[in-house]
């Protein structure tokens, strides 16, 4: 799955165009077909490494470590840095080479909004320092190439591990970071590897997890679901450990569906193409951390007489003129444990889920 796309624009979603009307029958279009998975291998020849660490392409297929780790540090002090700039001032083109997937969608959606708000730049500024860096680098062939950084940061929750996947899909593109969770540090996993301390990713089709990893979006997509929230299709059985990104999430959608003089739909689909693909790493149990994007839709209809509140983050990111509607779009990454099809307890736990609104229609 290799790109070449010269002088990029990352910050953009893939899988759809802009907002989307749903009708109130809660039956839209559905977006583009399954993108293949980040994890698969392509062909590529005999490597060697140049003097600043990077990979050359000769000859036949070769199973390689992604990067060095002197590289990835200076990916993350160069992401950070992008990272801070564009915080400080929300200019979106501080960091846009530097992220890319959802996080380039989630960020550049803030980043718009704090800039329609706050011209001047973002008066609460203050600088992200991650610090206590560890790097879990796979092995595998061709492009795109991706490793994970797990960090401590000087903001969020005390004990708690910022983990980011960086992405890379050519030898001419930087590393920019596709996925960003944040966890609590006891949750983070032994992952399996190798003599020289390399991991192991897992396929998209691997067929000893609970859910192929390809299949995590869709299955995710499913289980939100809910019979009475408006939407067709089953509640999603126990695919997914009951919490607040699970159960929780889908009950108090439930709930909002039904608030009266104030209808909402919610239609929600995976991401998997290019940036948004899925990638996992082997855990020492057999089982896989697999990092996952998802695209969900609000739509808000008034009844006669009741108006729609509209927040000022939210009027940042409207189109159109809200007479009896919003349609609210979000991108999420999540982060979750996938266990093997022989353990006791099969269910897919979610450690940590991030997303943003990306865009508003009103109408």
Known sequence: MSRDRGVRSRRRLSEYTGPRRLGMNGHPRRLGGQGRFALATASVAVLSMTASGC??????????????????AGALKAFTAAYNKADKTYDQAADAERVTGALADIDGAKLKAGL?????????????KLTDAEFTIPEKAGWPRWFVADT??????????????????????????????????SDVPKFEKTKDGFAEPVPADDAALAIAPGELGEAYAT???????????????????????TSVWRTDREKKSRQPGLARQYIDEPLSKGDYAPVGLRTTDGGALVFFATHHYEKQTAAPGVDLDVDPNVQALLTGEV????TLQRVSNQVVLNPVKSASDQQVKFLSRVDGLTSVKGE
């Open 152 to 185: 401590a940061a000087n903001k969020g929750l005390k004990n708690t591990r910022w983990l980011m996947v960086f992405n890379r899909s050519s030898a001419n593109d930087v590393w920019a970071v596709s996925y960003l969770t944040i966890v609590n540090a």
């Open 55 to 72: 990979v050359v392409v000769h000859g036949e297929r070769e199973i390689v470590p992604t990067v060095t780790r002197a590289d990835a």
């Open 116 to 128: 329609k708000n706050s011209p001047d730049g973002n008066p609460a500024h203050s600088p992200l």
């Open 223 to 245: 289980y939100l679901k809910a019979k009475d929230s408006g939407s067709a299709g089953s509640s999603g059985g126990e695919t997914f450990a009951p919490g607040t990104h």
């Open 323 to 326: 007479k009896s509607s919003l």
